[in-house]
């Protein structure tokens, strides 16, 4: 323990220039900016770093989502015409234009990182008039932050499409994550929905390129390289082109698989005022909701894609009930003894996630389990579990069983 | 949540914890936490489980204001004695810059330079930042003028809200009343969009907190 005096002395002795807080920021420009990103998703803030950043929420709103990051356009200006977009150049009634500098913008991060307020900065941005003077624009904020204030805060970076490989490369120099969205699940799809991107070569083509220079650097440091420690991510605009969830899983199988995305974002479709869609019916948030659910079994539980097909309805839609349920119903016909039962097969079980399998295979280690009140202390969810169990011989009496 | 290795740790810092559970705590061993059925072990766990949960809202909600270049100071009053825990962490995070958490009653300070730490346990929150301010030269006490973070704050968080994803529930229970009163947390609910919904919604989460406690 020492004495406040002898911190002040020591504090002042490592006084170093102010950063100097963010000063007259213009109020509208931040709601402006800061609304433009709402609809992205990614609130994700975990970084495998030398010094892993860990996951954290600063706040809720009142819709539950988490906020971690100061998420922001860096500019609402825009020359894409995406039919779901405010912000597009073909709106009818587009907001008033707004532009950050990249000083300005790291400033007020800095003032919210330093207030604990955020975890760190998303930046995204319209295209501008030209996509790659923006982008050397969000560049330019991410190295300031870093290199003039010594920032060690979280970044992800949006990669406009259509960016150049020079920006690209400079931007996963510099960010935790950076991701590209692919906002529909194939080239036809998102004709419907924007004119003037190309899936294939602005988007794929670029994501491809991401994944590339990240393995060329990794395979170069010999797996030591800490670039782009979050990876790259992406986001789909769910039901805004009509297409199935079916379609959706689809292209995010691609994702995963071909480009290594890290992980993919939902974002059920809501028509907003003046925009070409504005009459389109806004899609039900459990599509979304089903959709991580999908997302999860396959990412997480590890579960093989014939598996997963089987909880799509015969027009490629997911039920609004729980894929895993619907997925077990068709796949277990035995009750599955959890004193006996692999790692694979205790997860097919609902109720009974990867922690919950791990406690009970660590604990018949010792003694094997004899009652269900055993499995419900090691977290397995027994109402939605218990159809599916046999335990020391028995098994809970089913519908099914009555009927037969 | 998992219990990690070092749940002794934690355990300590929990305000019902004694030497009796700690003794007892030493003997089981790391992986047989998470899987033992047994009646202390299961009191010991949930005993950890609070403390790490309070740890992480507390890292996430303390919010700090800038007393001077040198001095960045919060609130905090928690219901476990993780309050140092929490200064050292924010103190880390603002390297160089002493951190000053406290209430009322007590205070905690921090100061990180390199790899080394100061800290300082005292009286009330104010009587620390006078001494602190007392003790820095004038020109570094001199507050450089700017706006206010929470201003800044609460506009981008308001920007954030959309009203056709409306889920109270959720918000209340990633939320809780309990914990941002316990950091000082003006509740950031956006004011202008409240109803009658969320007077009913606020309540019930509360009452809930009640009985849990």
Same mark, same amino acid.
């Given at each position: 323990?020492?004495?406040?005096?002898?911190m002040a002395?020591l504090?002042e002795?490592?006084?170093?220039?102010?950063?100097?807080?963010?000063?007259?920021?213009?109020?509208r420009?931040?709601?402006a900016?800061?609304?433009g990103t709402?609809h992205?998703v990614c609130?994700?803030?975990?970084s495998?770093?030398?010094?892993?950043?860990?996951?954290i929420?600063?706040a809720?709103?009142?819709d539950?989502?988490c906020v971690?990051?100061?998420?922001?356009l860096?500019?609402n200006r825009?020359?894409?015409q995406?039919?779901y977009?405010t912000n597009?150049s073909?709106c009818s009634?587009?907001p008033?234009?707004f532009?950050?500098t990249?000083?300005e913008l790291?400033?007020?991060?800095?003032?919210?990182?330093?207030?604990?307020y955020?975890e760190?900065?998303?930046?995204?941005s319209?295209a501008?008039?030209?996509?790659?003077r923006?982008?050397e624009?969000?560049?330019?904020?991410?190295?300031?932050l870093?290199?003039?204030?010594?920032f060690?805060?979280?970044?992800?970076?949006?990669?406009?499409?259509g960016?150049?490989?020079?920006?690209?490369?400079?931007?996963?120099?510099?960010?935790?994550?950076?991701?590209i969205?692919l906002?529909a699940?194939?080239?036809?799809?998102l004709?419907d929905i924007?004119?003037t991107k190309?899936?294939?070569?602005?988007?794929?083509?670029?994501?491809?390129?991401i994944?590339?220079f990240m393995?060329?650097?990794?395979?170069?440091?010999g797996g030591?390289?800490?670039?782009?420690?979050?990876?790259?991510?992406?986001?789909l605009v769910?039901?805004a082109?009509g297409?199935?969830?079916?379609e959706?899983?689809q292209?995010?199988?691609?994702?995963?698989?071909e480009?290594?995305v890290?992980?993919a974002y939902y974002?059920?479709f809501?028509p907003?005022?003046?925009?070409?869609?504005?009459c389109?019916?806004a899609?039900p948030?459990?599509?979304?909701?089903?959709?991580y659910?999908?997302d999860?079994l396959?990412?997480?539980?590890?579960?093989?894609?014939?598996e997963?097909?089987?909880?799509f309805?015969d027009s490629?839609?997911?039920?609004?009930a729980?894929p895993?349920m619907?997925i077990a119903?068709?796949h277990l016909d035995?009750?599955v003894?959890?004193?006996a039962?692999?790692y694979?097969e205790?997860?097919?079980?609902p109720?009974i996630?990867?922690?919950s399998?791990e406690?009970i295979?660590a604990y018949?280690?010792r003694?094997?389990l004899?009652?269900?009140?055993q499995?419900a202390?090691?977290g397995v969810?027994?109402?939605?579990a218990?159809p599916?169990?046999?335990?020391?011989?028995?098994?809970d009496t089913?519908l099914?069983?009555w009927?037969? | 949540?998992k219990?990690?290795?070092?749940?002794?740790?934690y355990?300590s810092m929990?305000?019902e914890?004694?030497?009796r559970?700690?003794?007892?705590?030493?003997?089981i061993p !790391?992986n047989?936490l998470?899987?033992s059925? @047994?009646?202390?072990?299961i009191r010991?766990?949930?005993m950890?489980?609070?403390v790490?949960?309070e740890v992480?809202?507390?890292?996430?909600?303390?919010?700090?204001s800038t007393?001077? @270049?040198?001095?960045?100071?919060g609130y905090?009053?928690?219901r476990h004695?993780?309050?140092?825990?929490?200064?050292d962490?924010l103190a880390?995070r603002?390297?160089?810059?002493?951190v000053?958490?406290?209430n009322?009653s !007590?205070s905690w300070?921090?100061l990180?330079?390199?790899s080394r730490?100061?800290? @300082?346990?005292?009286?009330g929150?104010?009587?620390?930042?006078?001494?602190?301010?007392?003790?820095?030269p004038?020109d570094?006490v001199?507050?450089?003028?700017?706006p206010?973070? !929470?201003t800044?704050?609460q506009?981008?968080?308001?920007s954030?809200?959309?009203?056709?994803r409306?889920?109270?529930l959720?918000y209340h229970?990633?939320m809780?009343?309990?914990?941002?009163e316990?950091?000082g947390?003006?509740?950031?609910?956006?004011?202008?969009n409240?109803?009658?919904d @969320?007077?009913?919604v606020?309540s019930?989460?509360s009452?809930?907190?009640?009985? !849990?406690?």
């Amino acid at each position: 323990m020492v004495t406040l005096e002898k911190m002040a002395h020591l504090a002042e002795e490592s006084r170093f220039d102010s950063l100097g807080l963010a000063a007259g920021v213009d109020e509208r420009k931040l709601i402006a900016l800061g609304k433009g990103t709402s609809h992205d998703v990614c609130a994700s803030t975990y970084s495998p770093r030398d010094t892993p950043l860990p996951g954290i929420c600063h706040a809720f709103t009142q819709d539950g989502r988490c906020v971690s990051l100061f998420k922001t356009l860096f500019t609402n200006r825009c020359s894409h015409q995406c039919s779901y977009c405010t912000n597009a150049s073909s709106c009818s009634s587009k907001p008033q234009a707004f532009s950050y500098t990249p000083e300005e913008l790291a400033r007020i991060t800095l003032t919210l990182y330093r207030g604990n307020y955020i975890e760190g900065l998303f930046l995204s941005s319209g295209a501008g008039r030209d996509e790659d003077r923006i982008m050397e624009k969000i560049v330019e904020t991410a190295r300031l932050l870093r290199s003039k204030h010594s920032f060690s805060g979280y970044i992800h970076l949006k990669v406009l499409p259509g960016a150049s490989q020079a920006h690209i490369q400079e931007a996963m120099l510099l960010a935790d994550r950076v991701s590209i969205n692919l906002e529909a699940p194939s080239a036809s799809r998102l004709g419907d929905i924007c004119s003037t991107k190309s899936y294939e070569s602005d988007i794929v083509q670029r994501q491809r390129y991401i994944s590339r220079f990240m393995h060329d650097l990794r395979a170069e440091a010999g797996g030591r390289s800490r670039v782009l420690p979050a990876g790259q991510t992406t986001q789909l605009v769910v039901g805004a082109a009509g297409e199935s969830d079916e379609e959706i899983f689809q292209s995010v199988l691609y994702e995963y698989r071909e480009i290594g995305v890290k992980r993919a974002y939902y974002s059920a479709f809501s028509p907003q005022q003046k925009t070409s869609f504005e009459c389109r019916p806004a899609q039900p948030l459990w599509r979304e909701h089903r959709l991580y659910q999908m997302d999860w079994l396959y990412r997480v539980y590890h579960f093989h894609e014939s598996e997963i097909r089987q909880a799509f309805s015969d027009s490629g839609f997911l039920a609004n009930a729980d894929p895993k349920m619907a997925i077990a119903r068709e796949h277990l016909d035995q009750p599955v003894d959890p004193n006996a039962a692999s790692y694979q097969e205790l997860l097919r079980v609902p109720g009974i996630g990867p922690k919950s399998a791990e406690r009970i295979i660590a604990y018949r280690k010792r003694q094997p389990l004899a009652a269900k009140s055993q499995l419900a202390a090691m977290g397995v969810r027994i109402k939605r579990a218990a159809p599916f169990l046999k335990i020391n011989g028995w098994r809970d009496t089913t519908l099914l069983m009555w009927q037969a | 949540m998992k219990i990690p290795g070092d749940f002794l740790f934690y355990l300590s810092m929990h305000r019902e914890c004694n030497e009796r559970l700690l003794v007892r705590a030493k003997e089981i061993p !790391e992986n047989d936490l998470e899987v033992s059925l @047994d009646r202390d072990d299961i009191r010991i766990k949930k005993m950890v489980r609070d403390v790490l949960g309070e740890v992480h809202r507390m890292r996430a909600f303390v919010r700090l204001s800038t007393c001077c @270049d040198l001095v960045l100071f919060g609130y905090l009053k928690p219901r476990h004695r993780i309050a140092e825990y929490i200064c050292d962490h924010l103190a880390r995070r603002n390297a160089g810059i002493i951190v000053v958490l406290g209430n009322g009653s !007590e205070s905690w300070a921090c100061l990180c330079r390199g790899s080394r730490v100061w800290r @300082d346990h005292g009286s009330g929150l104010n009587q620390t930042l006078e001494r602190l301010k007392a003790a820095l030269p004038d020109d570094a006490v001199a507050c450089k003028p700017g706006p206010d973070p !929470e201003t800044l704050w609460q506009a981008y968080y308001d920007s954030q809200y959309c009203p056709e994803r409306k889920n109270l529930l959720a918000y209340h229970k990633n939320m809780p009343r309990r914990d941002q009163e316990a950091a000082g947390l003006r509740l950031v609910q956006n004011k202008k969009n409240v109803t009658l919904d @969320d007077f009913f919604v606020s309540s019930l989460s509360s009452a809930g907190e009640h009985n !849990e406690s």
